[in-house]
């Protein structure tokens, strides 16, 4: 049985109405409140077990009466629960809802993801060396390890939750991270490049411009419109239902640190063609991951709030 643990410092003057709503919610469970449990800040404690389905009416509620704001709350996710009552109460009302993405624990997954410590810039730049490898040697491998390191995703969608939310901030530090980042990924691996090419490293197929992989990536057309697209949809459910498998392959599928890296070797090797091709491809990878992310958050909310509408619909 999907469900979420909420625990909840509440103002004293609050209690009351907090407990009143949560009381009366028939998909809230195993209710507690504490009356002066509380310090720092001081208040009430109160904690909750509710179905998942219902936790985004729940949590509004909650910030609604500036629970949030006054006191704190803390969702945290329940890996297991026994309790026949949840069972027949998601059974009873819940319907399709029961599989409805709690919006709160997406947002933070996305936020998590738009923090840009300095290993943010390390695993981009180790990434872009690893492409950079994968093209000299003519390695299809090396390519999607270099995809799996790179973090650029995590800012891309933070910056499409920016959009979504109308967050300037978010969208204006989201695209500040991933231009410096991605700058000095090619500025690193063009002189890992031209260290490359001064000692004569690269293979020799690549010397005599049998370049399979790089020519995949330096060659941007409508798959690559197509995929990006496709993959911007599939990232976003993914985060939505928390599914690792499915958002790895996001990562695999998208050519943003490969693109990275050829315009680096393209340039070093005077392959000035391919070093515009490889920067549209990153430009178009970048650009339609941010806007079809934007647009299926958008999408995913009202799917859902539709389905919601239709069970109180049914209900009523």
Do not use: K
Not at 161 to 168: A, K, Q, S, T, W
């Amino acid at each position: 049985m999907d469900m979420i643990h909420v625990r909840a410092v509440s103002p004293v003057d609050l209690t009351d109405r907090v407990e009143e709503l949560l009381a009366r919610d028939p998909y809230v469970l195993n209710l507690i409140v504490q009356r002066g449990a509380v310090r720092n800040p001081d208040g009430d404690s109160v904690a909750c077990d509710v179905l998942t389905g219902a936790a985004n009416e729940v949590l509004r509620g909650l910030r609604e009466l500036q629970v949030d704001l006054r006191g704190s709350l803390v969702i945290e996710p329940v890996d297991m629960a026994f309790s026949g009552r949840a069972s027949e109460s998601a059974t009873r009302g819940l319907g399709a809802l029961a599989n409805a993405p709690v919006w709160d624990q997406v947002e933070a997954r996305i936020r998590s993801e738009g923090r840009y410590a300095p290993s943010f810039y390390f695993y981009l730049v180790i990434a872009g060396l690893i492409g950079s490898v994968g093209i000299v040697t003519n390695s299809q491998i090396l390519i999607v390890a270099a995809m799996v390191v790179g973090p650029e995703y995590g800012a891309i969608v933070a910056v499409a939750l920016g959009i979504d939310r109308r967050n300037r901030a978010m969208v204006r530090t989201g695209l500040s991270a991933l231009c410096g980042g991605l700058l000095l990924t090619i500025a690193v691996t063009l002189l890992f490049s031209l260290l490359i090419r001064a000692f004569g490293l690269q293979s020799d197929a690549f010397d005599l411009g049998l370049r399979p992989v790089s020519d995949l990536i330096n060659t941007p057309n409508f798959f690559s419109f197509a995929v990006a697209a496709l993959a911007g949809v599939v990232g976003i459910v993914s985060l939505t239902e928390a599914r690792t498998s499915a958002l790895l392959g996001v990562f695999i599928s998208v050519t943003t640190i490969p693109a990275a890296a050829a315009i680096s070797v393209s340039t070093a090797f005077a392959s000035w063609s391919e070093a515009r091709g490889s920067l549209i491809q990153l430009l178009v990878n970048i650009t339609v991951l941010i806007v079809v992310g934007a647009a299926a958050l958008r999408c995913q909310r009202a799917i859902w709030r539709r389905v919601g509408r239709t069970r109180d619909g049914g209900r009523g």
